[in-house]
């Protein structure tokens, strides 16, 4: 059977074979330590899953709007007034089956063939693949250590085009954990402006801000509010990464575009789930607090033994649950060609499975997430520190 060249030109996902490794290793009964989780390991707070039964239990399991219960609608209505000053109409916000599928109807809704997106690197993996599948072109721009992870609008100058269409923007970044400053976010607002062009703000780990505050893109003024597109959810705040719902806000032609997509492709997101959103945004925060605390004490006891490994350098990352070291140094002390066979070896001898930086763009780095108990994480870290030692000695 032959494939479409749509699908042909996306990239294989290396992090998906390093967790089938694991998954194999775990399987013969290895004890693998994962350190590439993508998710909170925190149950969801049991008032959420409370209300999700109570609305399967009063028979609210049937359809909705497409882009979403009207009444989810009004709690991010709320939640975007309260926590950033910003004010959406209901028909400027649609409710998607995850962040991830608000980013592909955005993506779908506003390229076409040829139209460039700038993603900076390092990137979550699916943002080019979602450009290429909606027929556009991904544009990027390196960013690395020596400007903490963030783009400037020299850069920005640097590849912009007639093509230009959007940039994505990711604060708190997955992989970096870096976050931008109010003046760094003008800077780019500014940027946007004067060039109209769109900015993709994915603020999904928004609640996970340790050094700072996050704040929106979109609340730099009114001008950069109509061309921003928030994207948001609540499988990092809430851990809810299962329940698939997240949200897109923004001007309310493209809204209606994103829904209508919807509604010939995936129709509404979960009616339960929804149900179970509007708890989280309405119900006891809590919960937010009490991760964030774990989380930041996560990151202060074990940032500081990880650069205890030879080679390591590290910026200490402000939000999100996500080291990202260059190792560049610790390869070569090592003997090894690249970080990618260093996570594959890593794995095999040691047991520690860990996301290579070339799946994000930035081949010297790799990706640790915190977002797993104290004991394991230390024991990784003693893990990958000793393979690295016993390296040097050869």
């Given amino acids: 059977m032959e494939l479409s060249q749509r699908v042909q030109k996306l990239t294989p996902s290396s992090t998906l074979a390093i967790t089938a490794k694991a998954n194999e290793l775990k399987a013969e009964g290895q004890n ?64 998607a089956s995850g962040a991830k599928h608000a980013l592909y109807n955005l993506f779908q809704s506003i390229l076409d063939e040829g139209d460039e997106v700038i993603i900076p690197i390092p990137f979550w993996v699916s943002y080019p693949e979602q450009v290429k599948l909606a027929g556009g072109e991904p544009v990027y721009v390196t960013t690395d250590e020596s400007t903490a992870f963030k783009v400037t609008t020299d850069k920005l100058d640097g590849v912009l085009s007639e093509k230009t269409k959007a940039i994505i923007l990711n604060t708190p970044s997955n992989p970096t954990g870096a976050i931008y400053s109010k003046e760094e976010l003008q800077a780019v607002a500014d940027w946007a402006v004067k060039n109209q062009i769109i900015v993709v703000s994915d603020e999904i780990y928004e609640t996970l801000v340790y050094d700072g505050e996050h704040i929106s893109i979109a609340a730099l003024g009114e001008d950069i509010k109509k061309l921003t597109v928030i994207i948001n959810g609540v499988s990092k705040s809430h851990s809810m990464t299962g329940w698939r719902i997240g949200y897109a806000a923004g001007d309310r032609q493209l809204i209606k575009a994103m829904t209508d997509l919807a509604s010939h492709s995936t129709s509404n997101p979960t009616t339960p789930s929804q149900w179970a959103a509007i708890e989280a945004y309405d119900g006891d925060q809590t919960f937010l607090r009490e991760m964030n605390k774990t989380f930041k004490s996560r990151l202060d006891t074990i940032y500081p033994q990880l650069m205890e490994i030879p080679g390591i350098e590290c910026i200490k990352p402000k939000g999100a649950f996500y080291l990202y070291p260059n190792v560049k140094e610790t390869v070569r002390l090592c003997g090894l060609d690249s970080a990618d066979e260093f996570v ?24 640790l997430s915190y977002a797993t108990d104290l004991d394991s994480m230390t024991e990784a870290i003693r893990r990958i520190k000793q393979f690295v030692e016993e390296r040097m000695e050869k």
């Fill in 32 to 95: 693998v330590i994962g350190l590439a989780a993508g998710e909170p390991d925190f149950n969801t707070p049991e008032n959420i899953i409370q209300a999700a039964f109570k609305a399967v239990e009063a028979g609210k399991t049937k359809y909705t709007p497409a882009g979403g219960l009207p009444k989810l609608k009004e709690a991010i209505q709320e939640k975007l007034e309260r926590d950033e000053g910003l004010r959406y109409e209901l028909n400027e916000i649609m409710v």
């Fill in 344 to 367: 594959e070896q890593l794995l095999e001898t040691s047991l520690v499975a860990v996301v290579p930086g070339s799946s994000f763009g930035s081949p010297d780095n790799i990706r």
